[in-house]
């Protein structure tokens, strides 16, 4: 949580400060923001998909508008907030991404893409790339153990 309020504060909230010249002007604003900091999270790691996907949406446009579609650098997805993003919508406004994005989206590396990909556990893009769907169910699949097995005789 504490890695969202300051990507906010730096994105939104200190442009404000800059622009009105007077950090009281918006400690208000810097106090609610913790608050909905915890709202925003609770929603984006809840049991509700489609209000994480709606919660992520929301915050993408609002921290990091622009004219084009979201496309951020591989080390974003090592974020906390890259993570839930990964997890809950995948790549928004993407169907497939290089072998590079999906190792930063799985925090794996770019070979470990092509082993998953050739092993069947991710899907190829027919137009290149990974399937975005594919990301994320792997990274939603409950967690395999791996580790030494006791064998009782």
């Known amino acids: 949580m504490r890695e969202l309020v300051e990507l906010v504060e730096r994105r939104i909230v200190d442009p404000l400060e800059i ?3 007077s950090e009281e002007q918006v400690d208000p604003v810097r106090a609610r923001l913790r608050i909905e900091a915890e709202v925003w999270a609770a929603q984006l ?3 509700d998909d489609a209000l994480a996907v709606r919660t992520a949406a929301r915050l993408i446009a609002a921290v990091f508008p622009g004219d084009g579609p979201f496309d ?7 974020t906390a907030f890259g993570r839930a993003v990964a997890r809950r919508a995948g790549h928004p406004g993407k169907e497939a991404v290089s072998f590079a994005t999906a ?3 799985l925090g794996i590396t770019r070979q470990g893409v092509h082993d ?3 092993r069947a556990k991710l899907d190829r893009h027919p137009d290149g790339g990974v399937s975005t769907r594919s990301i994320r169910e792997r990274l939603n699949q409950p967690q395999e ?3 030494a097995r006791r064998h009782h005789h």
């Open 72 to 78: 951020p650098s591989d080390e974003w997805w090592g």
């Open 45 to 47: 790691l809840g049991p």
């Open 145 to 147: 153990r791996h580790g």
């Open 103 to 105: 190792g930063a989206m």
């Open 116 to 118: 998953l990909v050739r």
């Open 19 to 21: 622009l009105f010249g």
